[in-house]
């Protein structure tokens, strides 16, 4: 397994949440994202589980783009970020599939 972002940029208006990041992590490991508030930690997060759209660049997890192919991608994802959001690429059926 591994995760990869490419120039991974989120740009609210003039602010950047996220900016150019290029980062690979491979293998089964623990990792620490370490960083002071408003560092981009929990953007980058939601840009690597489909939560939110890139402004530019590519968040790929096993080779697949999440914004491209986002079932394929977090198939082997789970995540609770901040709040439990809904994925936007899941019908009603799947969400509720979750919890039955």
Do not use: W
Not at 39 to 57: E, I, S, V, Y
């Amino acid at each position: 397994m591994y995760v990869e972002a490419v120039d991974l940029t989120k740009k609210y208006g003039n602010f950047y949440g996220l900016r150019n990041l290029n980062l690979r992590v491979e293998g089964s490991k623990c990792v620490g994202y370490l960083g002071p508030n408003g560092a981009g930690k929990t953007t980058t997060l939601k840009l690597f589980t489909n939560l939110l759209r890139p402004t530019n660049g590519d968040a790929i997890i096993n080779g697949y783009d999440v914004k491209r192919q986002p079932k394929k991608a977090l198939r082997d994802v789970g995540a609770l970020i901040e709040a439990p959001n809904f994925y936007p690429h899941l019908t009603p059926m799947e969400i509720l599939s979750f919890i039955m």
